[in-house]
């Protein structure tokens, strides 16, 4: 057992090589068991190693095209992070000359690309590398700038893994960013700025950082276009330091954001599709005055197409709530769930208590409340007025009662 590539954590072992007319040896098949767990654990438990050593013919027998479709369902089965894809292409790689030229040949294997805040040129010649064997398929790009502080490398070598992705952005599909300094995603996102991503259907931005780190600072990203981007989430960062081309979204999450987004600029971030169908939001995320004033003016966000919603808020004072909830009309509704920032009523004193009537979700099947007591907003959001709701579950909270009593009438009115 040798050690193929040992680059930042990824430390892939390398199997002998076997020729192309044996069958590699049970621990070589073992590589890609997991492929074969949907045909049923009874089956494969009814059949021994030896067994299956003996009767069940070499892998070589299998024709290319089938090789090449397993190794392609590995991945999405039990192999997900692209190092861990990355571990599997090479390691399957060095199992025999057929596997090699299989793998070499299925261009998904090598479609994961992965930049890193420390690396040498090995790794740069192997990000070459997959680059040139993907050959035309989408790539995805997972940019993991987690680092030291003192480190003095990093502008470089990020630097230097931007000049051998930057061309290809034509083929980008998916694009994961997350790091842990807020101002790190600038030396990123800068120089793609200007540019186009045809292709580009998801962007997830997630940064773990201090919040003293905050930068007010607005960037926009793909401004060349990004027709076919319909997911966005981002976590840790304002969304308007990394606002890219939001006509197509079908998608949008909106995680702990370190200041609050501007309420009318928000408006249009959420009406800029006809298209969006889920919306997860962090309530810190906006200006809780801003709120409040749209909804004292009679305003509202006209979201006809939004079908799911999930909203972290503070329940007291209430008028965040009620306020989103009736300020973003979503009548056609069918998910809901609700997660408490806080358990309990500790309301300031400089906030009123709301006033607001919410709309009835006449299309809301499902309701999530987590840590959310019924009793708690029992009298302003009574869920036996809910005429579609069949599901309804509540998460950590003290009372049942109200939540019960909810669940006996839905029972009785989905026997009726």
């Known amino acids: 057992m040798t050690v193929l590539v040992t680059q930042s954590h990824v430390t892939i072992p390398c199997v002998p090589q076997q020729s192309t007319t044996d069958s590699p040896p049970l621990s070589t098949l073992l590589l890609l068991g997991i492929v074969f767990l949907p045909l049923g654990h009874s089956v494969m438990n009814s059949i021994s190693s030896a067994e299956m050593a003996l009767h069940r013919p070499p892998v070589a027998c299998l024709p290319i095209e089938m090789l090449s479709a397993i190794f392609e369902a590995a991945p999405f089965i039990g192999i997900i992070a692209p ?148 997911q966005v989430a981002v976590d840790g960062m304002t969304i308007l330091s990394c606002l890219p081309p939001i ?84 009548l056609g509704l069918e998910m809901m769930q609700i997660t408490a920032i806080r358990a309990d009523d500790s309301s300031p004193d400089s906030w009123p208590r709301h006033n607001c009537k919410p709309p009835t979700f006449t299309s809301l099947r499902s309701l999530e409340l987590h840590y959310v007591d019924c009793t708690q907003i029992g009298a302003d959001f009574d869920v036996t007025k809910l005429p579609a709701l069949i599901h309804l579950v509540e998460w950590a909270i003290a009372s049942h009662g109200m939540y019960e009593s909810a669940l006996v009438f839905i029972y009785r009115r989905t026997c009726t």
């Not at 949008?252 to 169908?277: E, H, R």
């Open 83 to 230: 190092e861990e894809r990355l571990k599997f292409t090479l390691a399957v790689s060095q199992v025999s000359r057929l596997w090699r030229q299989t793998a070499m040949h299925t261009s998904f294997l090598w479609s994961s690309i992965l930049l890193l805040a420390e690396c040498g040129q090995g790794w740069r010649e192997l990000m070459k590398l997959m680059i040139k064997l993907s050959r035309s398929h989408p790539l995805n790009i997972t940019v993991d700038l987690f680092r030291d502080a003192e480190d003095t490398q990093f502008r470089d070598i990020l630097g230097w893994q931007l000049d051998i992705i930057i061309p290809e952005i034509f083929r980008w599909k998916c694009l994961y960013y997350t790091a842990g300094f807020y101002g790190d995603a600038f030396l990123f996102f800068e120089p793609i700025s200007f540019l186009s991503a045809p292709i580009l259907e998801a962007l997830e931005v997630v940064v773990e950082m201090e919040e003293e780190q905050y930068l007010d600072q607005a960037l926009s990203v793909f401004m060349g276009g990004a027709p076919l981007l319909s």
């Open 247 to 330: 006509s197509s979204l079908t998608s949008l999450w909106l995680f702990d954001s370190p200041g609050p987004i501007d309420f009318g600029l928000f408006t249009k971030i959420l009406t800029a599709s006809s298209a969006l169908t889920e919306l997860m939001l962090d309530g810190d995320a906006l200006d809780k005055g801003q709120i409040y004033q749209f909804y004292e003016n009679g305003e509202f966000v006209d979201l006809s197409t939004l079908r799911s919603l999930r909203l972290k808020v503070e329940i007291f004072p209430k008028h965040q709530f009620f306020s989103l909830l009736t300020v973003l009309r979503c």
